[in-house]
């Protein structure tokens, strides 16, 4: 008795020390290195501008406000931190203009984005790896592991065809060989291709936004509490449901389905409400909500996304 009365109390003060870390270091905090924070605040940012341009259809001058904010806040960042964040902005400026230009539309904004680019190209020389990039399903052999990772991204542009059951449990059981703590296998995943439960998912989700109305087929991968016991295991739900939900994504790949995950950082009452519309039993905790389906055609564009050199997040301690 005394040792589950131990447990309880555990439980609350390891979720109060966790508020403190997270206090502490998250992205809002003045404790932070301002250079550190400023690098994830501009790639998260820049992103939405090569996601715009990765949609089925994206909005002409969509985003001027995030526009403004990246150029002034690149104009600010030290980029001896890392050059990634000024290669991911001024891509995706760059592509934004080139969208435009080819749609012969003009803006006073997208002159003041060219003769922004202008000024960086002397500090950083293009080629800059940002905007977007051309995929192809075709052409990539995927005869083993390391083809099979480097060949899948984020698709935001799927047919709506609702995929067969049976092909939805082939990806299903692919994803099961994903290791799991003492091979408990808590992940559980919600399929759905009803197209109105569907939207009424992604609304919920909100990620989405631009591609939605095409998603017929939606995963929400979730996780059994009832696995975990103990202050220790307080996150371990998240860590083998997001092993699960990586390995369901690169099963959709070998599929041949494009996917596109969409996060669940949301709160509890958000959390509740998907449980609610998508008929989730109250004791799973949701990872995340994966799109997927067919691709339009075999070849897309999708968000460049580019990675850090392995070495700036590597630390080796020899
Ligand atoms: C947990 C998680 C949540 C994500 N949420 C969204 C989302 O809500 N909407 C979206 O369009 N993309 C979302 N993404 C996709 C990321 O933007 C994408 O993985 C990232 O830019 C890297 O690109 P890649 O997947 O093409 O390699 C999410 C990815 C992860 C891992």
Redesign the pocket.
């Known amino acids: 008795m005394f040792d589950k009365l131990l447990k309880v109390a555990g439980i609350f003060s390891e979720a109060f020390r966790d508020a403190v870390l997270f206090l502490r270091f998250n992205s809002y905090s003045p404790f932070v290195d301002p250079s550190r924070r400023a690098f994830y605040k501009i790639l998260i940012e820049a ?1 939405t501008i ?2 715009g341009l990765s949609l089925p259809n994206p909005k002409p001058l969509f985003g001027k406000d995030k526009i403004r904010f990246v150029m002034n806040a690149l104009s600010r960042y030290d980029i001896r931190h890392s050059p990634i964040p000024a290669h991911m902005s001024l891509g995706a400026l760059d592509a934004y203009v080139n969208f435009h230009a080819k749609a012969g539309l003009s803006d006073p904004l997208l002159d003041e984005i060219s003769g922004y680019l202008k000024a960086w190209e002397a500090k950083l020389p293009r080629p800059w790896k940002g905007g977007t990039r051309d995929y192809s399903f075709l052409g990539q052999p995927l005869n083993n592991l390391q083809q099979l990772i480097a060949s ?3 698709i ?1 542009t799927m047919r709506s065809t609702p995929q067969h059951p049976d092909r939805i449990l082939e990806a299903i059981a692919l994803a099961q060989l994903a290791p799991s703590q003492c091979n408990r296998q808590s992940s559980r995943v919600h399929a759905y291709q009803d197209p109105a439960l569907i939207q009424q998912l992604l609304a919920l ?4 936004r631009g ?1 939605a109305e095409t998603v017929g087929n939606l995963f929400v991968v979730s996780s059994e509490i009832c696995a975990w016991g103990g202050p220790g295991q307080r996150n371990q739900a998240y860590v083998d449901g ?1 092993l699960f ?1 990586m390995c369901l994504m690169f099963a959709c790949r070998s599929m041949g389905w494009g996917a ?6 949301i709160d509890h009452k958000t959390e509740a409400a998907i449980r609610r519309t998508g008929g989730i039993p109250a004791g799973e905790r949701l990872i ?2 994966i799109a997927f389906g067919e691709p339009v055609a075999p070849d897309t564009k ?2 460049f ?1 580019p990675r850090r050199p392995a070495a700036e997040i590597a630390t080796l301690h020899a």
């Open positions: 992103h090569e996601k899948r991204s984020s935001r989700q909100g990620g989405s591609f997001a939900a596109c995950p969409l996060n669940l950082a995340m909500m999708v968000a996304s």
